[in-house]
């Protein structure tokens, strides 16, 4: 039984310890034999570098390395294991031969200070290969430099074209988010960087780039039809990750082993099997899906399963982007209940910060994927019809979906989340009392706190901030129902037919001396409107036991006041002066 990777290991440590290893041989063959440059968009710790470090040794001819795997014309004893249709052959006709390769990781410029600039950190690394290869480089700019280095790798390697590998290539913009200047700084540095590859092109074999988004691959950068996206080609939808055929070869025998550990975490039913096991782990890691023939297991989470021996939330728990966590912090109730309707290949893809879509962003990071796709049409006024493919989202397993509500309060409240679950454990003790007292004492202490809100004195700010609390507490929420008459904020269902109707109302500082009775005129107003009969019409539709309703009334920065519709039950109609 071979031993599991503990998922850091390069792919030179992975033969070399005889770990287990999905053989993706076929897809690089795939590529490489039919595509000059390539571009590859996965979510983090989906084996996009380990892919890079397999391609890698492929092009410095290290066969020795593929013994076993597909691509080794010399060795197919294991061929026929996976049948990655549509990759039908039944052989390689690759020829290792050595190649000069040059491999740039762009998150190893993560952190880059005023004094060294991204274009500095770039070309001294390219420098730093040709010393390391004995080439003299006298050039300033990309153009020069990549053709007199490749010139000379050419030469020293018998003629053997040069193979351009980047990692990470988003990594100098999306981890400086919130420092537009510099990272549309970096964005030029890299339209240049990519379009000297262009010009050079004559001495390239073959160039992957990878990242989690894909907007710097975009046409404005690097000049029209140069990289190919390969993200969502059938061909390529399992060059990364786990597909269920691999899931199911390499940890077979190691599924006996698990339930057992399971059951005596009581993490599992007792009367549990392997099949159950599977399906388990199936729903819980897996369901991703790039338009291939098979779902996608995560393989950072199958990994450490088969390590930890628990099921886990380990990918959604492992950290988040910078670029992410910020836009979440910005938008918070656009990605935390985003709204998924039908997509184009051109907009779930497109991932330039000045065309933002939450649905897109997510897809990007992992957090959706692809549930089925149908045929669209335009009819132009001439008749002419023009049919695209449409693609719908979902999330894609139960290891995200109990997480991300999470992910994005913590992205949102930072440090202060832990402090919010206690107050928010105080809130639905106060809710289903109805104490308006304690109700208002917990608010000020939940805003008091959270500063960031304020210094956007927007209502609807304030409306996100409760429903985010309210959501944090466990309560399930129809925000901004639509009624007949009048539109509420938030409904809170408390289930056996009880609801909670929210007006949440902000005001900004007009007289500090009319404060109090500004904030009771507005409850009073709020709760007016709640009471409407009109206004909770559609819940009256399905007998509810019971409709409260609720004001909140910031006022400024510092003031809030809430206020229930004391004594009274919304399900008849209201009386005149009740308020």
Known sequence: MKKKPLTGETFREIIAKNLLYADKTRYIYKMISDYKFCFLSRPRRFGKTLLIDAVEELFR?????????WINPNCHEGDGKFDFSPLAETNSSYAFQEHPVIRLNMMAYNRIEKSRRLKDCILEDLRLKAKMEGISLNYEDFGGIQKKLFQGL?????????AVLVDECDAPMANNINNQTLASKNSVVLADFYNALK??????????????????????????????????????????????????????????????????????????????LRKELLELYGGYNWLGPEKILNPYSIQRFFNELSLDSYWTLSGQSIRLSTLISRKPMDFIRPKLTSYTTEKI???????????????????????RTEMGEIVFTDGQKHSFPLIFLKIPNLEVKTSYDELCFRAVFNGFYDTLKILGAEFSKAFHGKDSKRMNIIIEKLFGKFVYWRHIPLEERYRDISRMALLAAGFELESEKD??????????????????????????????QERDAIM????????????????????????????????????????????????RDLRSPPRAGDA
């Open 483 to 512: 009624w007949r008459i009048g539109r509420s904020d938030i409904v809170v269902d408390l289930m056996e037919g009880r609801f909670v109707i929210i007006a949440i109302k902000y005001i900004p500082v007009l007289n500090d």
């Open 61 to 69: 001819g290290n066969g020795d390395l593929f013994k076993g795997l």
């Open 199 to 276: 010009k050079n092109r004559e001495y390239i074999r073959f160039s992957l780039v990878t990242g989690v988004t894909r907007y710097p691959i975009n046409a404005t950068y690097f000049g029209p039809n140069m990289f190919l996206d390969i993200s969502l080609k059938e061909t390529f939808a399992g060059i990364c990750g786990f597909t269920v055929t691999e899931f199911d070869a390499l940890f077979a025998d190691r599924m006996d082993g698990a339930l057992e550990a399971l059951k005596s975490k009581n993490q599992i039913k007792p009367n549990a099997t392997v099949v159950d």
């Open 520 to 567: 009771d005129k507005e409850l009073n107003s709020a709760l007016e409107r709640i009471g409407d009969a009109d206004y909770s019409r559609s819940l009256k539709r399905n007998n509810p036991l019971e409709i409260i309703g609720l004001g909140i009334v910031f006022y400024g920065k510092d003031s809030v006041k809430t206020k229930f519709w004391e004594g």
């Open 154 to 162: 050419i030469e020293k390697y018998n003629g053997a074209k040069v």
């Open 349 to 371: 893809t497109l991932s330039d910060p000045e065309y933002l879509d939450p649905a897109a962003i997510l897809f990007n990071h992992g957090y959706l994927t692809i549930d």
